[in-house]
Every structure is written in structure tokens, then in C-alpha cells.
């Protein structure tokens, strides 16, 4: 959310958080109560603790009410203050928390983002992904994680397949990764979790998305398997698309087995429904069955992932009004939006058109030598960037060819509104497009400084910024990875818990 030049964001960036600017004036590791902090000016003869610079702090001035939360000598535990405690004048850490989980506890509290994937697209919702990780009634989920070892004393009783482990019931096979967000990983008739390890769970209150009954025609993973929408022609023939089978008409087919019906997203599978679907983690995505020359087989499905439906429909001429249209940098090398056209109103050419032509123009325009055309792109592939405006090497904004002898111009494309604020989210999968600022992982665990990697020698133009020259330990995802990541030790990485952003605009 963005919030007006005078309110203050309660929130930090970076762990040290020396620029938290915020009103918090409470130390809440005490043994009793959280206890109002002193004012700092009031301290300028304490000897336990000497006062810091005045220069040191990022606000304007200090003056002798002020004692908000500050770290101007750059603790590395984060915003502190003067407190007294039972051994007399200390100091004491303030609970400031990063920006990202400010917006997790926005959302745990009644706030969550509006549209996909924060909303039911069915009334089950076994195909929900959003990040509702409380009860109807309040009480916090546990993590699902942390069930496994109780599985033989609920695996009766709950839904539970008896014939597939617990982590079978979960998307990716991996209860982990749904941390302990609500879910719906049995037949129950709507997302649920657990509140005691016991086994006792209760269910979830998630709204249903503004465009039901009608579903999502897209993807939000590679697999797709949480896809419920309506396709049901499979496009890799050679002549035509072709209907889709009824599943149930396949159940005795030997060629393709049929996969159990609780692998479905669907609340159920009746005899009409033949929609393009991924029970079985096909690692390319939906399909089904399908006549086809050689008798019944099947075939995928070219189920487009939502960034694709959302440029598709932007280049129709329903833009999105703010991100991903917009600028969260100056230079811009994070934009995956839809303009291409330059300022002066030429077309752009599409980058991959321009693959042939790289050693005429290779030395020229910035790109680096050492790489290839196609590594100075997100994923490795300038196709899927159409002929959209992007920065691929170091200019001042993106930019796009206009002519295949290399003539190329700047687009014209305006900062975010909450600029120079990043938005904490990611509009593809793997999130190689993403620019934001969280750098904790899955298992909480500090993100150390790309320089400690050869990444950003190897792959800077695939960092949304110049990372060669500013040092930061944000997630990111510079060669493709199934999502951002960071260093946590040497030549040790874990993936980071980045949120989709919404695909509201796509209803």
C-alpha cells in the first residue's frame, strides 16, 4: 500500500534497517511489557551507551521529544533504543519488522491482496495458492510440515488417501512449500488446516474470485496443476485442435493410466468433463485425452501461463493501470510490461528477430562480450519478450531495436507510483523479473551479499539491477531457477518465500 509523504512506512528494508524513519518507540524484549523508549537527546551523557552522532541518524532533525526506534550506529540486529531496564539505563532491540513482513501481517490480519491468487476460483478450492494462514475463527495454521510425523494417527480419519503418503496429497509433493498457508490437499468442502497437532484442523475463510463461476484461463506454475478453467482442445496436432475426452471415458485405458480422481484440482469429476487438466505433475503442464492417429493417446494442452494472458490482453488494449506497466527503477531492467512502441512512436522489432545480427552490433550497444545475445535475457529466451521494450544491458531505460542494422531507441515508460518502492511480489514462476527487497528464506535464514558469488560476475545482465556495482542481498533468480533465491553460505543457496503478485486486471 502506499501511503502519503507524511506518514512514515513502519517498516524496514535492509536488516540493519539505519533507515527506518517510523513513530515505533517501544522495546518489546523485556521480561514483563513492551516499555516506552527515552528520548534520545535525554541520553547524551549516558556512558553505558554512548549517544551517536546526531548526523548518524536518518532523520531531518532531533529534537528532545524524540524517541522513536533508530539504529545510527548501524547495529546488525537492527532499530534500538534507550530503555530503562532492571539493570538501570541500557538499551534495548525494537521489534521493527521488513517491509515484506509487514505485508504478511497485513494479510494474516484481514487484508489480503484483492483478486488471483488471493481468492477461490471454486467453492472447494483445491486449487487455491494465496497466503490465508488463519481459521475462520482466528487461530493461527500450523505448518504442514510439521504434521508428517502424525499422519498414522489422522490419515483415517480426515480425507486422507490411505493408499498416498501425507506429502502426496500436496501440490509439488511437497507439504514444505505450502508453509502454512490454508489449503486443500483432501476432498473437504473448502481450504482448511491445522490448529493442533493432535490432528485437530478448522476451515478457512477465503473469498471466491470476483469473475466466479468463470475461471482463470491460465497458469500460474509450469506443471499447472493448479489450473480449473475450461480448455478443452489440445493444440500439438498437425492439422487441428481437437476436443478433448471425458476422463471418466478413459478410466480403462491402458495406454495412459488414470490418475486418481484426488489428484484433480476440481471439487469433482463427472462424465462431461473433459477440460485439460495435470493430475499426474506432467513436468509440461495440462493435457488430455485425445483421438489421434495413432487410436486414443493424449497430448498437451497450450494452456498460457497468466503473464502471457495478461500481455495478450494488454496488447489488445487493456493495459494494466500501475505494475507490471510501470517503472520500479530508473533504469528499468526489472519491466516485464507491454509497450512497443518508442517515444518517437516506431516499433519495436522482436528481440529474438535480432539474434543474427549480434556480432554486427555486439561491441557497440553495451552488451557484454562474453555472453551471448540471448544470456542478456530474463530465462534465457529474448522470444518470450516479444517485441516488448526491456533494458537487457546497462542503459539509462529500456530501450528496443527499430531496425535489424542495429538502430535502436528509448521507450517512453513511467516510474510506479510508489516509486522509489519495489513491489514484493512475482508475476512469473520462477520470478526472474523480480526487483523487491526480501532477502530471508523459506527457513528464515539471513541472505548474504551476491559479491560472496560468481553469479553477478557470470550473469549481471540477468539481475533486475546493476548488481556488479550495487551490493545488495535481495532475492533474485539470474539463471532460471524454479523461484528467486539467495546465498545463505558458500556455494549453499535456498529458494525465498515471494508471494504472485495479483492477476485482478485478467477478470
Request: proline share 7%; hydrophobic share 30%; net charge negative.
Amino acid at each position: 500500500h502506499c501511503c502519503s509523504p507524511l506518514e512514515p512506512v513502519e517498516c524496514k528494508l535492509t536488516k540493519d534497517g539505519d533507515e527506518y524513519v517510523g513513530i515505533m518507540n517501544e522495546v518489546a524484549n523485556v521480561e514483563i511489557r513492551p516499555m516506552k523508549c527515552q528520548s534520545w537527546l535525554s541520553q547524551a551523557t549516558n556512558k553505558q551507551v554512548p549517544m551517536p552522532s546526531l548526523e548518524k541518524f536518518p532523520d531531518s532533525a532531533i529534537d528532545s521529544s524524540h524517541n522513536y526506534c533508530r539504529n545510527p550506529n548501524r547495529n546488525p540486529d537492527g532499530p534500538w533504543c534507550y530503555a530503562e531496564t532492571s539493570n538501570g539505563n541500557g538499551w534495548q532491540y525494537c521489534e521493527v519488522p521488513f517491509c515484506f513482513q509487514a505485508y504478511e501481517r497485513s494479510a494474516v490480519n484481514g487484508d489480503p491482496a484483492v483478486g488471483y491468487p488471493e481468492c477461490l476460483q471454486t467453492e472447494m478450492g483445491k486449487e487455491y495458492v494465496g497466503t490465508v494462514r488463519k481459521t475462520e475463527t482466528g487461530k493461527s495454521c500450523l505448518k504442514w510440515s510439521s504434521m508428517t510425523s502424525f499422519f498414522e494417527f489422522f490419515r483415517n480419519t480426515l480425507g486422507f488417501d490411505q493408499m498416498i503418503g501425507f506429502d502426496g496429497h500436496f501440490r509439488y509433493g511437497t507439504p514444505a512449500l505450502h508453509e502454512n498457508f490454508c489449503r486443500n490437499p483432501t476432498l473437504k468442502e473448502r481450504p482448511w488446516c491445522f490448529v493442533k497437532s493432535s490432528g485437530e484442523w478448522e476451515f478457512c475463510n477465503i473469498s471466491l474470485c470476483l469473475n466466479y463461476p468463470k475461471p482463470m484461463e491460465c497458469k500460474l506454475t509450469k506443471y499447472g496443476d493448479e489450473y480449473v478453467g475450461i480448455m478443452n482442445e489440445e493444440a500439438n496436432v498437425e492439422i487441428r485442435p481437437m476436443k478433448c475426452q471425458s476422463w471418466l471415458s478413459q478410466a480403462t485405458n491402458k495406454e495412459v493410466p488414470m490418475p486418481s480422481l484426488e489428484k484433480f484440482p476440481d471439487p469433482a469429476i463427472d462424465s462431461s468433463h473433459n477440460y485439460c487438466r495435470n493430475p499426474n505433475r506432467n513436468p509440461n503442464g495440462p493435457w488430455c485425452y485425445a483421438e489421434t492417429s495413432n487410436g486414443n493417446g493424449w497430448q498437451y494442452c497450450e494452456v498460457p501461463f497468466c503473464f502471457q494472458a495478461y500481455e495478450r490482453s494488454a496488447v489488445n488494449g487493456d493495459p494494466a493501470v500501475g505494475y507490471p506497466e510501470c517503472l520500479q527503477t530508473e533504469m528499468g531492467k526489472e519491466y516485464v510490461g507491454t509497450v512497443r512502441k518508442t517515444e518517437t512512436g516506431k516499433s519495436c522489432l522482436k528481440w529474438s528477430s535480432m539474434t543474427s545480427f549480434f556480432e554486427f552490433f555486439r561491441n557497440t550497444l553495451g552488451f557484454d562480450q562474453m555472453i551471448g545475445f540471448d544470456g542478456h535475457f530474463r530465462f534465457g529466451t529474448p522470444a518470450l519478450h516479444e517485441d516488448f521494450c526491456r533494458n537487457p544491458t546497462l542503459k539509462e531505460r529500456p530501450w528496443c531495436f527499430v531496425k535489424s542494422s542495429g538502430e535502436w531507441e528509448f521507450c517512453n515508460i513511467s516510474l510506479c507510483l510508489n516509486y522509489p518502492n519495489k513491489t514484493e511480489c512475482r508475476w512469473t514462476k520462477e520470478g526472474e523479473e523480480y526487483a523487491g527487497t526480501r532477502n530471508v528464506t523459506l527457513s528464515r535464514k539471513q541472505c548474504l551479499s551476491w559479491s560472496f558469488s560468481s553469479f553477478y560476475i557470470d550473469l549481471w545482465p540477468r539481475f533486475p539491477e546493476d548488481v556488479r556495482n550495487i551490493n545488495h542481498n535481495f532475492c533474485r533468480n539470474p539463471f532460471s531457477a524454479g523461484a528467486p533465491f539467495c546465498l545463505v553460505a558458500h556455494e549453499e543457496f535456498e529458494d525465498c518465500d515471494i508471494p504472485f503478485c495479483t492477476f485482478h486486471y485478467l477478470h
